[in-house]
T-cell receptor, first 114, second 110 residues
Framework: DGGITQSPKYLFRKEGQNVTLSCEQN?????MYWYRQDPGQGLRLIYY???????QKGDIAEGYSVSREKKESFPLTVTSAQKNPTAFYLC?????????????FGSGTRLTVV | QKEVEQNSGPLSVPEGAIASLNCTYS??????FFWYRQYSGKSPELIMF????GDKEDGRFTAQLNKASQYVSLLIRDSQPSDSATYLC??????????FGKGNQVVVIP
């Protein structure tokens, strides 16, 4: 079945540690996105990529990094520079750029700082 | 002005009633409009999309779009307890990405 797989489902980060969240899709979608959702809040865009080897900062990119070496994969690294990383992280993909086609979301990764 | 606004607070509706959700947007050039449902602790899932003015029906859901007034709404007929969730309005394209509202929580009371 086609879809987006995010792993792990739960992740615990120690202070000063970098962690990487995985996002893989087999939908053959060109565009991929990373969002952060805090309790009772809407979705905030971290990074997005319209094509392989290219990505753009979203609204809250500080303290995060991404790569897009393969069409299927868009991993997100939460660096130690991100001071408040505890949140629900959502990866999404879209069949093409321009956001006219809607997004398909993965099941999310819940990150907690311990 | 925020790009996409969903101003209503939590909406409580009796089982079997109609739930009505509204969303306004600021970009007159918007072309695509989506409603997502998000259960607590889960990821959003697409339930409706609409591109043209008027109504679009899918089962118990109806999306209504009025580009002149810049609003899109979602009606849920015969509301069921399983409809209890947060509903997110999304509008595109805006800088090659969707703009999301903060969502409206719906609680269906048996």
């Amino acid at each position: 079945d086609g879809g987006i797989t995010q792993s792990p489902k739960y992740l615990f980060r120690k202070e000063g540690q970098n962690v990487t969240l995985s996002c893989e899709q087999n939908l053959n979608h060109d565009a991929m996105y990373w969002y952060r959702q805090d309790p009772g809040q809407g979705l905030r865009l971290i990074y997005y990529s319209q094509i392989v080897n290219d990505f753009q900062k979203g609204d809250i990119a500080e303290g995060y990094s991404v790569s897009r070496e393969k069409k299927e994969s868009f991993p997100l690294t939460v660096t130690s520079a991100q001071k408040n990383p505890t949140a629900f992280y959502l990866c999404a993909s879209s069949i093409g750029p321009g956001a006219n086609y809607g997004y398909t979301f993965g099941s999310g990764t819940r990150l907690t700082v311990v | 002005q925020k790009e996409v606004e969903q101003n209503s607070g939590p909406l409580s509706v009796p089982e079997g009633a109609i739930a009505s959700l509204n969303c306004t947007y600021s970009d007159r050039g918007s072309q695509s409009f989506f409603w997502y449902r998000q259960y607590s602790g889960k990821s959003p899932e697409l339930i409706m999309f609409i591109y043209s003015n008027g109504d679009k029906e899918d089962g118990r859901f109806t999306a209504q779009l009025n580009k002149a007034s810049q609003y899109v709404s979602l009606l849920i007929r015969d509301s069921q307890p399983s409809d209890s969730a947060t509903y997110l309005c999304a509008v595109g394209p805006g800088n090659n990405r969707l703009a999301f509202g903060k969502g409206n929580q719906v609680v269906v009371i048996p």
